[in-house]
């Protein structure tokens, strides 16, 4: 009898220590700390998904209209327009726990094809989305703008992320700041080493109460 009650406990521990936390949208989460920006601006994880209808920056009222389905529900990080002419390599950082995606939502009016200059870290380090032959994009109610174009970065990353500067060079066209969505990686390999050295623990010092 007991023996079943520990082999019991144990599948119910190892299920939980395996079974990464849900956001309200069905999503995998990633857990997002220490979010810094070098202006100083208070930015943070945004509550909840990234919605229709969700307000995007810290400093603006502007709100989501349109955005691709896939992506309903994405974690984000509300940045501030203010920093819309931000510079510097280490401009936001933050910290993700797990593998995980990271988007950088561009102002479509900095892109080549209305004009502008994407800045180099953004064209080296993500790849723009297409939707057929046009932009994939996310669109707004600041109507001086329209849409963010959605770049996607090239290696998921775990631990410390960096986000240069919205105007790093050669940065052009651009009026709007961008925003940075986050989601898990869940074709990135399962590092278990850590999880089952801690969930190890944990069982032997419940077997030995």
């Not at 945004?46 to 969700?54: D, H, W």
């Not at 001086?144 to 090239?154: D, E, G, S």
């Not at 709007?176 to 080493?193: G, H, Q, T």
Request: glycine share 10%.
């Amino acid at each position: 009898m007991k023996k079943s009650f520990w082999l019991l406990s144990i599948c119910l521990i190892l299920a939980v220590a395996f079974s990464p936390l849900m956001t309200d949208a069905g999503r995998k989460k990633v857990k997002i700390t220490n979010i810094k920006a070098a202006s100083g601006l208070p930015y943070e994880e945004g509550k909840g998904g990234l919605e229709i209808g969700t307000k995007y920056y810290i400093d603006r009222d502007y709100v989501v209209t349109e955005m691709p389905e896939e992506m309903e529900g994405i974690q984000w990080i509300m940045t501030g327009n203010g920093d819309k002419q931000s510079k510097g390599k280490d401009f936001l950082t933050f910290k993700v726990d797990v593998p995980s995606i990271i988007w950088v939502a561009h102002d479509s009016r900095g892109e080549e094809d209305k004009g502008g200059k994407p800045p180099d870290w953004l064209v080296e380090d993500y790849e723009m989305q297409k939707d057929g032959k046009d932009p994939l994009t996310l669109a707004v109610t600041d109507g001086n703008m329209a849409t963010f174009n959605l770049w996607k970065i090239k290696e998921s990353v775990k631990g410390k992320v960096a986000v240069a500067g919205n105007a790093e060079p050669p940065a052009a066209g651009h009026g709007s700041n961008y925003i940075v969505l986050v989601e898990f990686d869940d074709k990135a390999p399962v590092d278990s080493k850590g999880k089952l050295s801690s969930v190890w623990g944990d069982i032997k010092g419940r077997i030995n109460q």
